[in-house]
């Protein structure tokens, strides 16, 4: 099988994107395929590290995590991967990202209250290789999507994935 993706393969992704619990029978059903070629494309996608998993997407605020906190360090460059591994354990922190610009790590982490989230700053920010730090506080949440339009950003550059 080709590692290059074609349009089943792009109709099978956006299926799992948006509810990756149906079973291949159920995509074999609406894709008018068999179930044998659904799995296989599927496993495909995993193998190329297309698809990583599935997972559930958790509302945290239902849970109380009414605090989204976008934090921003300037580490010290020799610490940098210790830090940023440090911060990934945390288990308020959903995402690190390594950037450039201002500041060298950027991290999203959710709290319940501001008490929780002041501790966690004063953890984070008592490492001595953490030069400066700010934090900016989610307002209000406008688009919170784990994927984007794959469908239409790939077809926009590959036409033969275009929908007839």
Do not use: W
């Not at 400066?132 to 784990?146: G, M, Q, T, Y």
Request: aromatic fraction near 4%; include cysteine; glycine fraction near 2%.
């Amino acid at each position: 099988m080709s590692n290059e993706l074609d349009a089943l393969d792009i109709e099978i992704l956006r299926l799992l994107i948006e509810n990756c619990n149906r079973s291949a029978r159920e995509l074999a059903r609406e894709l008018n395929r068999s179930p044998t070629t659904i799995i296989a494309r599927i496993r495909k996608l995993y193998n190329l590290g297309i698809v990583k998993r599935c997972t559930a997407l958790v509302n945290h605020r239902a849970l109380g995590f009414r605090i989204m906190a976008l934090i921003m360090l300037n580490v010290d460059g020799s610490h940098l991967d210790t830090i940023e591994k440090n911060l990934a354990a945390k288990p308020n922190v959903r995402a690190v990202y390594d950037i450039a610009g201002d500041y060298n790590v950027a991290a999203i982490a959710l709290f319940r209250d501001v008490d929780e989230l002041n501790e966690f700053l004063r953890q984070v920010t008592r490492d001595p290789h953490v030069r400066r730090s700010s934090v900016n506080l989610v307002l209000k949440v406008v688009k919170d999507e784990p994927n984007i339009d794959l469908l239409t950003l790939l077809s926009l550059s590959r036409p033969e994935l275009r929908s007839s």
